[in-house]
């Protein structure tokens, strides 16, 4: 042992890397753990180690949720692949013989049916319903596009990416840098980019499909156009084509029924046109008014439909 101001090195020992430990009186009882801890004296030039540990340090809720959101996730697409795997079996060599029959063709009479019926559900506000109805267009979807993968015409893949880019293009104020002020100008830079993508495949017509429902398809062709003069209405001037047929329609009684069939046709896109100026969608304002128009007239009367069979419960559209 040394003299004076000399370093002990028999009353010092390193027992971790940056600590070192000074003899001090021992302390018995309750309070050994505690001065034990203030023995400790901490070298940050040896090592900083246990800074950066310290600092990084994870607290208990935030490993819950890193835990937690890819569990969650992987559940949610676990739900998908079994509906993808229950699609697989329908499809197999032991599976349904009316699944294994059906084309895309065949198919897309459903989804529309089932589209239909998960939009009235919505309508009327009924969530389970809606749920339900909204399941069986998700199952149509899939089907379909497990009918092109098998043909190798696409996959659930490829649609699920050409989607997802499509979105990321037409929202540019989301993912770009484009400035939008209002729901009005995204709506307009959205008909810009969708303009500009159909240039390079040209659609015959205004591009809106005839499938669509009368009104709806209507609609859609009168915002489209220039004006609505290229299908033979007056601008701004619907009520006089109103007028006329109606007062055709009352005069001939035995007129024609494809005249007659005409001058309906020209009032009802006339009222569409006219709708559409006070910012009003047909089909929704008729659904509106014939869900109240049947809840009234059933309040009033609640033999109103006694000659009319009504359904229990319907058979899945889906079904043969």
């Given at each position: ?195 500009k993508e159909k240039k390079d495949r040209p659609e015959p017509g205004l591009g809106v499909p005839q499938t669509l429902p009368a009104l709806i398809r209507a609609y859609r062709l009168l915002s489209r156009a220039k004006s609505v003069e290229v299908f033979g209405l007056p601008a701004e001037d ?37 709708a559409r100026r006070h910012g009003v969608r047909p089909e929704d304002c008729l659904h509106a008014y014939l869900n109240r128009a049947e809840r009234q007239a059933w309040d009033r009367d609640p033999n109103t439909a006694d000659d009319v069979p009504i359904k229990t419960g319907r058979p899945s559209?889906?079904?043969?």
């Open positions: 042992m040394r003299s004076g101001n000399s370093l002990d090195l028999s009353l010092m020992c390193s027992r971790r890397p940056g600590f070192w430990w000074r003899r001090r009186p021992r302390v018995f009882g309750k309070n050994w753990k505690i001065a034990r801890r203030k023995r400790r004296i901490f070298r940050p030039e040896r090592t900083g180690s246990r800074r950066v540990r310290k600092r990084r340090k994870t607290t208990v809720p935030e490993k819950i949720k890193a835990e937690s959101e890819p569990c969650e996730k992987s559940v949610r697409w676990g739900k998908v692949e079994r509906l993808w795997e229950i699609i697989d079996r329908l499809r197999g060599e032991n599976g349904c013989p009316w699944d294994r029959q059906q084309t895309p063709e065949s198919v897309q009479t459903y989804l529309v049916e089932e589209a239909h019926e998960a939009a009235a559900a919505v309508r009327a506000g009924a969530v389970e319903e809606a749920a339900e109805e909204l399941g069986d267009v998700l199952f149509m979807v899939l089907f379909l596009i497990h009918l092109y993968e098998e043909a190798g015409r696409c996959s659930l893949e490829a649609v699920c990416d050409r989607i997802a880019d499509k979105m990321i293009r037409r929202h540019p104020h989301v993912f770009g840098k484009t400035a939008v002020n209002s729901a009005a100008d995204v709506r307009t830079n959205w008909e810009k980019i969708k303009a619907e009520e006089s084509v109103l007028r006329e047929s109606v007062s055709r329609l009352r005069q001939g009684q035995e007129m024609e029924k494809e005249q007659a069939s005409q001058d309906i046709a020209r009032s009802l896109l006339a009222l569409v046109a006219l559209a889906r079904r043969p």
